[in-house]
């Protein structure tokens, strides 16, 4: 019972660290092709190239603003990133609904039961 809540809580978390890559409310701004990014910014969005092109301009500057960080990070932070922004890639317009309310639901939550849940999440990748 244990592992399953902490398979779900992990899951969930997970899901809301995803959403907060990708939720925004930045005003729209030109257009900007894949083939106009730098390699840095192509690197770091490697997962969304093919859907690129068909996002939405405010996710397009989030993820761009996102991907600006991405070459100081560490090996492991960088594949982390790139795993995250692939699941999220391959979620279906539903299942990104389902995560920004699950996002939104756990923000509610008091800060210090979230970093409880994050440390017990941590804890068992660990295991």
Known sequence: MQKILSL???????????????????????????????????????????????????????????????????????QRFRKRLSVWSKLTPEQRNAAREKYQAFQKVPADTREEVKQMIRKNQRE
């Open 8 to 78: 779900r809580i992990r899951s969930f978390v997970s899901g809301l660290l995803i959403l907060s890559f990708f939720t925004c409310s930045l005003a729209s701004a030109a257009s900007q092709p894949w083939q106009s990014l730098s390699s840095a910014q192509q690197e770091a969005l490697a997962p969304l190239a093919q859907q690129w092109n068909h996002l939405p301009e405010a996710q397009k500057q989030h993820l761009l603003s996102t991907a600006e960080s991405y070459p100081s990070l560490s090996p492991e932070q960088k």
